[in-house]
């Protein structure tokens, strides 16, 4: 089992409807964040959270939200969505250990029709 | 204004050493610099980091300038299992910033 789940992988959405991308970590780490890329580009932060009261907007945070309801557990909102938010959505993980290495999930492919 | 630059591709020969440049001119003094990699649009996996020294590992070796500002990935003996895009990340803050990576291409 990975050991960072995202649902749904895939979902194809219509514009103006609300959308969850959830994200679940086995490796007991306390920070978690979310990514977006788009085709062809490298990786933007959307928002990261260091516990479970903590939550930090990143680069491009604009029209998303997050809750994270556990430790495990962080979930990415997109309250109304729009073609523009047509991407590959990653969730990731680390530790407050050496290097703070981040580790991903499998990514959850998003398309806004 | 970039944190991290990077060719947008290169080419190594199977077998041969794979020699992948990274400019971070603006890196801290106590930021540590990334190695991952992308195959097709997998999540990223991580390869190696260092801060100063020299790394090495199972996978690769890292090559950080004595002024920290450019480092090398090393892949030893690239294999066609090696073709991904290669992402050199520093962190600001607590903030990755990940570039537009190095697409690498392992020629048969």
């Known amino acids: 089992d990975a050991d960072v789940t995202q649902t749904p992988r895939n979902r194809i959405t219509k514009t103006g409807k609300r959308i969850m991308l959830e994200c679940s970590q086995t490796?007991?780490?306390?920070?978690m964040y979310w990514y977006r890329q788009d085709p062809g580009l490298g990786l933007r932060l959307i928002y990261y959270?260091?516990?479970?009261?903590?939550?930090n907007k990143g680069e491009i945070s604009d029209g998303y939200s997050v809750s994270r309801q556990a430790q495990a557990k962080f979930s990415l909102s997109l309250e109304s969505a729009i073609p523009n938010q047509t991407a590959l959505y990653f969730c990731?993980?680390?530790?407050?250990?050496?290097?703070?290495?981040?580790?991903f999930g499998e990514g959850s492919w998003l398309t806004v029709v | 204004d970039a944190k991290t630059t990077q060719p947008p591709s290169m080419d190594c020969a199977e077998g041969r050493a794979a020699n992948l440049p990274c400019n971070h001119s603006?890196?801290?003094?106590?930021?540590?610099v990334y190695w991952y990699r992308q195959i097709h649009s997998q999540g990223p996996q991580y390869i190696i980091h260092?801060?100063?020294n020299n790394e090495t590992n199972e996978m690769a070796s890292l090559i950080i300038t004595e002024d920290r500002k450019s480092s090398t990935l090393i892949l030893p003996h690239a294999t066609l299992r090696d073709t991904a895009v290669y992402y050199c990340?520093?962190?600001?803050?607590?903030?990755?910033?990940f570039g537009t990576g190095t697409s690498l291409t392992v020629i048969p």
């Open positions: 990731a993980t680390s530790d407050t250990g050496s290097g703070n290495t981040i580790y």
């Open positions: 990340i520093v962190r600001v803050g607590n903030q990755f910033y």
């Open positions: 959270s260091f516990d479970v009261k903590d939550i």
């Open positions: 490796k007991g780490h306390d920070r």
């Open positions: 603006t890196i801290s003094g106590n930021e540590y």
């Open positions: 260092g801060l100063k």
